[in-house]
């Protein structure tokens, strides 16, 4: 167990409206991640972070910012919410220099109508 | 980042051990093989991974070619628990971008 907690983990919207996903760790890891997960498209990532204000485009970053302003919170922000960001979301740690393996949240369930 | 082939789907008879491979023809000498595997609608679990050397630990066993080109992770004794999609990836060490496809469902039969 990593210490990952992810909220809310079901979030139902409509299109237009700004949302905001939490990823909260325990650890006190380094580096956090932002995967988004769609039906036969595995899981792309989004948005990363190697430290505190420190963040960088993943594969699939237009439509969503990030914010890290405490090492234990990675925050994930759709500004105006669209249908085609409907998809599981997954935030993902990796401990830090010596460790490649990344360590994953249990999700959270966006729908946006 | 080298580009993984995986059968899209596998039964595995409960008990028996599940050999999943994996093709990674165009893998680069500083890349690593990664396993990962998703019970359900959880967040994906990190198995194991490993450079050219044979690798265990208490989940699985992973064989790595000696040219590199394909590995198979091992499961050897399978039980229900581990019905999952299993994701191998090939990446190099402290890169942040893992490329998940989209794997291989295997199914463990009772």
């Known amino acids: 167990d990593a210490g990952i907690t992810q909220s809310p983990r079901h979030k139902v919207t409509e299109t237009g409206t700004p949302v905001t996903l939490r990823c909260h760790q325990t650890e006190n890891h380094r580096y956090m991640y932002w995967y988004r997960q769609d039906p036969g498209h595995g899981l792309r990532l989004i948005h990363y972070?190697?430290?505190?204000?420190?963040?960088d485009k993943g594969e699939v970053s237009d439509g969503y910012s990030v914010s890290r302003s405490k090492t234990e919170d990675f925050l994930l922000t759709l500004e105006s919410a669209t249908s085609s960001q409907t998809s599981v979301y997954f935030c993902a740690i990796r401990p830090g220099q010596g460790y490649n393996e990344q360590f994953f949240g249990p999700g959270t369930r966006l729908t946006v109508l | 980042d080298a580009k993984t082939t995986q059968p899209p789907s596998m039964d595995c008879a409960e008990g028996r051990a599940a050999n999943l491979p994996c093709n990674h023809s165009?893998?680069?000498?500083?890349?690593?093989v990664y396993w990962y595997r998703q019970i359900h609608s959880q967040g994906p679990q990190y198995i194991i991974h490993g450079l050219k050397n044979n690798e265990t630990n208490e989940m699985a066993s992973l064989i790595i070619t000696e040219d590199r080109k394909s590995s198979t992770l091992i499961l050897p004794h399978a039980t229900l628990r581990d019905t999952a999609v299993y994701y191998c990836?090939?990446?190099?060490?402290?890169?942040?971008?893992?490329?998940f496809g989209t794997g291989t469902r295997l199914t463990i039969i009772p």
């Open positions: 990836i090939v990446s190099p060490f402290g890169n942040e971008k893992l490329t």
């Open positions: 972070s190697y430290g505190v204000k420190d963040t």
């Open positions: 165009t893998i680069s000498g500083n890349e690593y």
